[in-house]
């Protein structure tokens, strides 16, 4: 399995990005997936994860109301729509997949992709 991140960048406090993450190697629609960020000095923490089908998703309460997470199985595609983005949310953000029903902990996660940078800053 192959994890590819994209879409991050330097943005203003209040706007917006969307992240996306390509999946290849396997069935794709097998995996639930998740978005997790690691700050400079932090532990890698969670973001937000998605169910086989896409139809539950889960957001640490940090984001609830900011972003959004969600999944095209037929572009193999993962996508965290970030918006009202604070300072705070500068992270490097990593989406992984993984085949347990646990979405919060990265070490039910069997695939990293190598992580986009964000940053938000005035």
């Known amino acids: 399995v192959q994890l590819q991140a994209s879409g991050g960048g330097l943005v203003l406090p209040g706007g917006s990005l969307r992240l996306a993450c390509a999946f290849s190697g396997r069935t794709f629609s097998f995996y639930i997936m998740g978005w997790f960020r690691q700050a400079p000095g932090k532990e890698r923490e969670f973001v937000g994860g998605i169910n086989w089908s896409g139809d539950s998703t889960y957001l640490t309460d940090t984001v609830k109301g900011r972003f959004t997470i969600s999944r095209d199985n037929a572009k193999n595609t993962v996508y965290l729509q970030m918006n009202s983005l604070k300072p705070e949310d500068t992270a490097v953000y990593y989406c992984?997949?993984?085949?347990?029903?646990?979405?919060?902990?990265?070490?039910?996660?069997?695939?990293w992709g190598q992580g986009t940078l964000v940053t938000v800053s005035s």
């Open positions: 992984a997949a993984g085949q347990s029903g646990n979405y919060y902990s990265p070490f039910f996660y069997n695939y």
